[in-house]
């Protein structure tokens, strides 16, 4: 709570700064959370992925991995737009940190029948770590054959294909930046510890306490485990 209380949900960011936060770490793997902050999307700003900011950062701590994540409003949309400043970050931390792997965290809403969405362009962002990010998130309990917040959602639902005019952060890496990526979008159950006053939406909302402490560990046994591959 106390690293999320740090992203500004809706306000633009002072003149001279960023609306990301990168935060160098000493493992070859970069954690994404593009959507930590409302964004401008279809003429409107969309919410914010609540917790995602937090989520990474403090992923990042546990494990060392390098952190980039949206932590004021943006009027592009980090994930989608090809030109947003995010993407031009994203492509100086790889120049300059030489990353193996991209991870980028998205949530998604508690009334989705998994826990996690996995998206690897259908295998196509990262043929050689998709098996183990499955592996893991199997020895995790997570699994395609489960319900609820221990489902597994792989390539279906969001698949992190983008279209023409919409290039996600996970195409963008394997495509123009010529590095595995992988997107994962978790449930609110599993991230949001307890809504901030605010945010987007009002109403109060509390996540399962321990799904969010396993969510934790699995994205810290992932980084682990692709740091490695």
């Known amino acids: 709570m106390a690293l999320e209380s740090e992203t500004s949900y809706q306000i633009d960011p002072a003149p001279g700064e960023d609306g990301f936060l990168f935060v160098p770490g000493s493992l070859p793997v970069l954690l994404s959370a593009p959507h ?31 952190v980039i994540c949206a932590n004021r409003r943006s009027s592009a949309d980090p994930n989608a737009d090809m030109d947003a400043p995010y993407k031009a ?53 997570f699994s395609e ?20 005019s919409r290039e996600p952060v996970t195409r963008f890496a394997w495509e123009k930046l010529g590095l595995p990526a992988a997107q994962f979008e978790v449930n609110a159950h599993l991230r949001v510890v307890q809504r901030l ?3 987007s939406t009002p109403e109060p909302f509390t996540g399962d306490p321990q ?10 046994a992932l980084v682990k485990a692709l740091a490695t591959v």
């Open 145 to 164: 054959s489960h319900t609820g917040l221990a489902g597994l959602n792989v390539d279906k639902k969001y698949p992190a294909m983008g279209e023409d």
């Open 197 to 199: 006053s605010g945010a």
């Open 36 to 66: 930590g902050a409302a964004h401008w999307r279809n003429e409107r700003y969309k919410e914010e992925d609540e917790y995602t900011a937090g989520l990474v950062r403090l992923v990042g701590e546990i494990t060392g991995a390098h």
């Open 89 to 141: 970050a994203l492509k100086e931390i790889v120049r300059q940190h030489n990353p193996r792997i991209v991870l980028d965290i998205h949530g998604c809403k508690p009334e989705n029948g998994f826990g996690i969405a996995l998206g690897t362009m259908k295998g196509a962002s990262s043929p050689r770590h998709r098996p183990v990010i499955l592996q893991i998130l199997h020895e995790q309990g």
């Open 211 to 220: 799904g969010i402490l396993h969510m934790i560990a699995t994205l810290s």
